[in-house]
């Protein structure tokens, strides 16, 4: 079983976004027995706390099924679980490598290498902007799960 760790600074937008974005294609793709997926913070601010209503909005209006959940920070543990830990970010970056003691597996990467980009997944905390999240978001899990599956 392979196990993607999708991570934002919460854990309450972009990577349950994530989340679900990618399970959804990853049921479409039939690979449910082969793919696991999950998210989680690179703090500790908003642990407990579920997504945000705007983030649950936006899967709603485009038919990604979502559940309540409630954000946690990611543990050495959780890293040495994983084949894939992937930031929405390079603060996410910076903080992923703090708390795995600079990603000795070199298992992170940022979600939009994956679409052959080198830049951040849109934050749609400061501009509310989910739409353009959600593609951004979209393009990284589709550029993910063909590699993946190959």
């Known amino acids: 079983m392979t196990h993607i760790i999708f991570v934002c600074h919460g854990n309450i937008c972009r990577s349950p976004m994530a989340e679900f974005i990618m399970k959804d294609l990853v049921r479409k793709a039939g690979l449910e027995e082969e793919i696991s997926v999950t998210s989680l913070a690179a703090t500790s601010e908003d642990v407990g706390r579920d997504m945000y209503p705007a983030a649950r909005a936006k899967l709603a209006e485009k038919g990604i099924p979502f559940t309540k959940r409630a954000a946690r920070k990611i543990t050495p ?4 679980a994983a084949d894939y830990v992937i930031a929405m970010d390079d603060e996410n970056l910076r903080d992923l490598s703090r708390i795995t003691g600079g990603d000795p ?5 940022l979600l939009l290498s994956w679409a052959g980009q080198t830049r951040s997944v849109a934050d749609p905390w400061y501009s509310g902007d989910f739409e353009t999240a959600y593609k951004d978001i979209c393009m990284g899990c589709e550029g993910l799960l063909a590699k993946i599956a190959k």
């Open 105 to 109: 597996d070199k298992k992170i990467s």
């Open 77 to 80: 543990e959780d890293y040495r």
